[in-house]
């Protein structure tokens, strides 16, 4: 194809934006709401695991150890941490733990400094970078010489695995679902938008017009509206998704308890969006309305 061809058929399929307005503004409006909801979808799915990666992050293992001496300590710590599913240890001492436990029995101050002993352990609170390893886990703790006691959430463990594969399965069949739906629809529309011009393209094909001569305006004109309408519903993504995140860090007290106050930001992902609503709009309009020609240039 020659430029001047070329930059003929690109005006050509902008123009027809304008000389077929109605209908443009039609796949318009469509194309932007299957890509706000398949956006929001995406948005909300990277929630749930961000949350559920929250309430990983507090599920620890507690050792406890008595009566161990400091390098009795450094041993058990350093055999923690060799272990392969360790992510983090922290270290608190009796006498952290001790203090603590004064301040949070306040009324009984008194008679926690009567004692000549401290009667508080030693803990090492770990960190497991796999929760289906958290039973595994307890279990070598248990083994380690000095260790006296191994705590670990395992039956929170296994729901919060469960809760993330049923979560990660409904939220990609809702997915794939709206990404189907929203294709039909697509073409549907572009069928609808083609067979409104099917005289236009009658015509064009009688006077020996070729089917890429043809098809390329359409191609172009679709493009133009997708890149529109995704740029549109990238803009309408935002709002909605930020007045969403801020309605849930309206009241910190509940939202944190539920992981909730450390959400995916849109800023972190807006390039990544705008360049995925665009690219999927222009995609959807464009291959959309070249399908949807195949019977009209069989003149």
């Not at 400094?113 to 803990?123: G, I, V």
């Not at 695995?161 to 189907?180: D, W």
């Not at 098809?215 to 997708?226: A, L, N, Q, R, S």
């Amino acid at each position: 194809m020659r430029g001047s061809n070329f930059s003929y058929l690109v005006k050509q399929g902008i123009v027809s934006v304008w000389h077929n307005r109605m209908m443009s503004f039609a796949s318009f409006c469509i194309i932007m709401v299957s890509l706000l909801l398949i956006s929001l979808a995406m948005l909300i799915a990277a929630d749930l695991n961000v949350v559920i990666g929250n309430a990983e992050d507090k599920n620890e293992v507690l050792v406890y150890v008595d009566n161990a001496d400091a390098d009795a300590l450094l041993h058990i710590e350093e055999t923690i941490k060799s272990n392969p599913y360790t992510e983090r240890v922290v270290f608190y001492s009796k006498e952290e733990a001790f203090e603590a436990q004064k301040e949070r029995m306040e009324d009984y101050a008194e008679v926690l400094n009567a004692l000549k002993e401290n009667p508080m352990p030693d803990t090492f609170r770990v960190t497991v970078n796999d929760l289906k390893k958290m039973n595994e886990v307890k279990r070598t703790f248990e083994t380690i010489e000095g260790v006296e006691k191994v705590s670990a959430p395992y039956d929170f463990a296994s729901v919060l695995v469960s809760l993330r594969t049923t979560l990660t399965i409904i939220a990609g069949a809702m997915l794939v679902a709206l990404v189907i739906v929203s294709i039909v629809i697509v073409y549907n529309a572009a069928r609808t938008s083609v067979f409104a011009r099917r005289k236009e393209i009658g015509i064009m094909k009688s006077v020996g017009a070729t089917n890429s001569f043809i098809k390329f305006p359409f191609f172009i004109e679709g493009m133009f509206i997708g890149v529109v309408a995704g740029a549109v519903s990238w803009f309408l993504t935002k709002i909605a998704y930020e007045a969403l995140v801020s309605f849930f860090a309206g009241d910190i007290t509940i939202w944190q308890v539920l992981g909730l106050s450390h959400v995916l930001q849109f800023d972190d992902v807006m390039w990544f969006m705008l360049a995925f609503n665009c690219l999927v709009g222009a995609l959807l309009s464009a291959i959309g309305t070249v399908f949807s020609m195949g019977k009209h240039l069989k003149v």
